[in-house]
């Protein structure tokens, strides 16, 4: 591998039941009609999420990992931050993304925001990405959506600041493409782990980025950037 920089329980008990669901393998009602492809079958398990909480829009899993959530999605932003999937306000909240960037992750650069919770769950163990190694072992990140299944490879570790994303860069605007990817290099903060062998391109290739918070660093994000392929 060319590595060009390397400078750098309902809730829990819930949360594992719903992995093993998402884990074991179509949906209905409005929000899942529409189908990219015509061999793609959403995995049964989200029909039964999605019958408990209409706002589930798809299911993360990095496999070999203990993440495995469905995706949320709100009208109001970040309202799934402090909630969780039964509804219940507080921690560890909920796996989601905000409504810029849409439910069908077809947009350049789909931000998926996860709590980093000390035991591990959800994007606590996203820390681990820090270690070369365990980032060469789980590169691939999957996300069963409404439309189709995508496939991501992930390309960056980055110690980043706490800037919102969605706000500093728009993902129609090519140019604020370039500055994301960019920015990956030139912002990135010790610890950062950028690899070069998937020759990412704006304007051409999407993105999936799971941001999570950094222990005691309240002012640093850590991004997991990943390239659809």
């Not at 591998?1 to 400078?7: A, D, I, Q, V």
């Not at 329980?9 to 594992?16: D, E, G, P, T, Y």
């Not at 039964?48 to 495995?68: C, F, K, M, Q, R």
């Not at 189709?148 to 980043?160: C, D, L, S």
Request: charge should be negative; proline fraction near 3%; charged fraction near 20%.
């Amino acid at each position: 591998m060319n590595r060009y920089s390397e400078t750098r329980a309902l809730r829990l008990a819930l949360s594992a039941g719903l992995a093993l669901m998402l884990c074991l393998t179509v949906l209905t009602g409005s929000a899942f009609t529409l189908k990219a492809y015509a061999d793609y079958e959403p995995p049964q398990a989200l029909k039964a999420l999605w019958e408990l909480n209409h706002d589930v829009i798809g299911g993360l899993s990095i496999p070999g990992t203990a993440v495995n959530y469905p995706i949320m999605q709100s009208a109001t932003d970040d309202y799934y931050l402090n909630v969780c999937f039964d509804g219940a306000a507080g921690l560890p909240g909920s796996v989601y993304v905000n409504k810029v960037d849409g439910k069908t992750f077809d947009t350049f650069n789909t931000v998926v925001y996860g709590r980093n919770m000390a035991d591990g769950s959800y994007f606590g163990g996203l820390n681990k990405y820090l270690d070369v190694e365990y980032l060469d072992a789980h590169r691939e990140i999957v996300v069963y959506g409404v439309n189709a299944k995508h496939t991501y490879q992930v390309f960056a570790v980055v110690v980043y600041d706490d800037r919102r994303i969605t706000d500093t860069y728009t993902d129609g605007e090519l140019l604020d493409q370039w500055a994301f990817l960019q920015s990956l290099q030139t912002d990135g903060l010790p610890g950062t782990i950028l690899l070069d062998d998937m020759g990412v391109d704006a304007g051409r290739d999407r993105l999936l980025t799971l941001s999570t918070g950094i222990t005691d660093r309240p002012d640093n994000r850590l991004l997991i950037v990943a390239v659809e392929r």
